[in-house]
């Protein structure tokens, strides 16, 4: 049988095979709700047991952790998948276990010899919890960095206070991104602590869902992507016991030294989503052109010259986010690095823009081809065409993409990826 995660990872091994058919075993159940998420704005909450059950919340969780001991291209092929079906719960998925990376990015930076023997002891005992969290107890992490702050030398700003108090710490600030706001189990956190004003103090923090002092912020009335719950959060003097806390400065920026990509390094499989929403909406539209037949001669739709420049428009995009896709794919997962890290950044600068661009093509001329009929809310080119615009602005757009790469050529290093306000 083929999965839907082989059109992006076409030589899966056995291992990866099991794991690509476990997410293909949900893919009816997230099918089904798909109107429903994007009509009600609100994540479909049966989808967690949907996940847990199939053991998918620890999917790319180290199998001593209780996970299923998957990898990036494990998590590119689920959340292609589950993009072809339901873009916002796919795009939820991956912010949960993009979790993952607060654990095992600083289990390798412990492994490195990045930390003291005392900084250790306090760093694993945090990434355990994390992945044990995900993997052994099967629960729904939320994953909050972004802030609505600004900076013009940072791609992400961190102006979130973390002030230490007996027994733990003191959290405050406003975070505007991450999904699963209000679903998740438990909250990851990052926040600056108080008193160091550079990148060194950034420290992450477990945070209940119902703690004191948490409060959601204004939903989103959003245009596409309308089931993902990212509203984001307000903390108001949270308290956070110290079992809560990784709070050794430096532990973040030495974790996040450790991944292949840009950041956490499993920003791909996020991009995923929209090239799955892409290759959906377009098998979505070659199933009415092939059964809606003209009045006249009986012929299918498809079968029209305008239709056919379109469905030739539509296979260039597809391959042009497939093949940046696979590409990046392959420079995040080579063993041994096939480029420098600044160099798979570049390419990653590039790739987030050419992909989403393409298949924001794709879904408009889905949506041309399907005609008036397709317009509506609850038709798959629509929701298609509303969904794939998120990926034009989510995290950087093209232009800004194609500028931080040409940068990196001529200055030869990446700038900030994140700094604290």
């Known amino acids: 049988m083929s999965l839907t995660g082989e059109i992006i990872v076409e030589d899966m091994t056995k291992d990866e095979r099991a794991r690509a058919e476990r997410v293909e075993s949900v893919l009816p159940a997230l099918k089904a709700a798909a109107i429903d998420v994007d009509r009600s704005g609100q994540f479909h909450i049966d989808h967690i047991k949907t ?158 869902q119902d703690a004191k002092g948490v409060s959601e912020r204004q939903k989103w009335d959003s245009l596409g992507m309308c089931g993902t719950a990212t509203h984001g959060l307000i903390l108001e003097d949270v308290f956070i016991a110290d079992d809560d806390a990784m709070a050794v400065p430096g532990a973040f920026v030495k974790s996040m030294q450790m991944s292949r990509g840009s950041f956490v390094g499993n920003q791909l499989a996020g991009i995923c989503v929209y090239a799955g929403a892409a290759h959906g909406a377009y098998k979505a539209v070659m199933e009415l052109l092939t059964t809606r037949k003209f009045a006249d001669t009986g012929k299918p739709l498809g079968t029209s010259p305008f239709h056919q420049q379109l469905i030739g428009e539509m296979l260039t995009d597809l391959e042009t986010s497939l093949l940046w896709t696979r590409r990046q794919l392959q420079l995040e997962s080579s063993d041994p690095p096939l480029k420098s890290k600044n160099e798979v950044i570049k390419q990653w600068r590039l790739c987030k823009g050419a992909v989403c661009e393409a298949g924001f093509r794709v879904a408009t001329n889905a949506l041309k081809s399907a005609g008036t009929s397709g317009t509506g809310n609850t038709q798959p080119f629509a929701r298609a065409l509303r969904d794939m615009s998120m990926g034009l602005v989510q995290a950087f757009p093209a232009e800004r993409g194609k500028l931080m790469a040409a940068q990196m050529e001529m200055e030869g290093a990446e700038q900030a990826q994140f700094g604290v306000g």
């Open 51 to 208: 996940f847990s059950k199939a053991g998918l919340l620890g999917l790319v969780v180290p199998k001593k952790y209780g996970g299923l001991g998957g990898n990036l291209r494990d998590l590119c092929a689920a959340t292609f998948a589950m993009g072809t079906v339901c873009p916002s719960t796919a795009l939820a998925y991956f912010f949960h276990c993009s979790s993952s990376s607060r654990g095992l990015l600083a289990l390798e930076a412990i492994e490195e010899g990045l930390f003291d023997k005392a900084e250790a002891k306090s760093v694993k005992y945090f990434a355990e919890k994390v992945l044990h969290t995900m993997g052994r107890d099967g629960k729904w992490l939320a994953n909050f960095a972004s802030e609505s702050v600004k900076s013009e030398k940072s791609a992400i700003t961190i102006s979130t206070k973390a002030k230490k108090i007996n027994g733990g710490y003191s959290i405050s600030g406003v975070k505007a991104f991450g999904c699963a706001t209000g679903v998740a189990d438990r909250y990851l956190v990052t926040a600056g602590l108080d008193g160091i004003d550079d990148a060194s103090g950034l420290c992450t923090f477990f945070i209940d």
